[in-house]
């Protein structure tokens, strides 16, 4: 009789394991036919990472690495992450608050107390949730190169220290400091810049050895061209009228703080891993970068309402912690952040309530992979 009842047992746990791989297997197959299409072993492309519940649910490379080789993208291509950089950047100044070296409301100048009287009031949070109201450094680079002709190009790109000096060249913001929301790559490479000072190291070298290293991370970089290169280098391209040409650099493409890593799947996989755990920092300490910035009055932020490329939602709320967006994909959680820069594009949604994350990484601007991994999402969800 119990051997009977043992038997029952298993043909019903047997049923349950196959009509589940039969279900994650159709799963598989529509992501499959999402990106399918998209590209082909004579065109750049894409990988695509879906992770659930600490697993890879789906992880696959479509298309090619550079059209000069014809390097097939797998999960171990590194791609320019762009401003998915931040939550790095965001992550290194959380570290060193963790380590009592710095504080979220400590103002500018304690850093830099040379910086001119109209940021000297911002805060380390400010900077971090896009309210400090520093003044776009592409908008200080055309100026200056329209008084003094071209000074930057892809082959001698602007540095993250010529940056400041830019900053510091100014005699007033975009807005006073936590009155108002406007993205700011120059609040990310100041934090870049804040994370070499505070720690006495190199912006690279406090990511390699704080975060990179602990989570295994051993292809991950902090692009610094000269000084290393991405092993497994996907690289960016337009499609200009009839064909894809190679775009890879810009004169904006050094900096570092606000885009500057380089990335694959197998990485970017554990990274996840150690957001879901705390591997880095406790749940407790993460509240901070995961709560939605408010400004000074209290008020919730706003998108500006002049259009731009930057501006995803002109007039609309916004909702941003440290590094990352906050607001909700049909009423579920998520957390997420793209980068668009010179030849890429690149997604992480990450939806914490049901531990679902897909990460898409472009080496081609024709593609939206924000629509793409929504997409996968809901074919998951």
Known sequence: MIRKFVSALLLIGSATVGVRAGVDETTRSKLDAIFMPLANGRSPGL????????????RK???????????RIDAETNFRLASFTKQFTAMAIM?????????????L????????????TITMRQLLAHTSGLPDYEDLM???????GTTWTAAHQIQDD??????????????????SWSY???????LGLVVAKVSGKPFGRFLHDRIFVPLQMRNTLAY??????????????????????ETDQSSTSATLGDGGVYSNLEDLAKWDGALRTGALLSQEEMKAGLAAARLVDGSEPHWPMQPGEDNLNPGKPVSYGFGWFLDPYKGRARMWHSGNTMGFRTVIERFTEENLTVIILCNRTDLDPSVLALRAADVVH
């Open 224 to 245: 610094m061209n000269g000084r290393n290169a991405p092993t497994n280098r996907a690289y960016g391209h337009t499609w200009e009228g009839t064909q894809f040409v």
């Open 61 to 71: 490379g479509y298309g090619v690495r550079n059209l000069r080789t014809l390097s």
């Open 109 to 120: 100048s304690e850093v830099f107390p040379d910086f001119p009287a109209y940021g000297r």
């Open 184 to 190: 700011s790559n120059s609040g990310y490479v100041v």
């Open 142 to 148: 055309a100026a200056a190169e329209k008084a003094q």
């Open 95 to 107: 570290l060193l608050v963790h380590d009592g070296k710095l504080r979220y409301g400590e103002p």
């Open 47 to 58: 990988a695509v990472l879906v992770q659930k519940d600490g697993r890879a649910f789906f």
């Open 162 to 179: 010529e940056v400041l000096g830019l900053l510091k060249l100014q005699t007033h913001g975009k807005f006073a400091p936590g009155t």
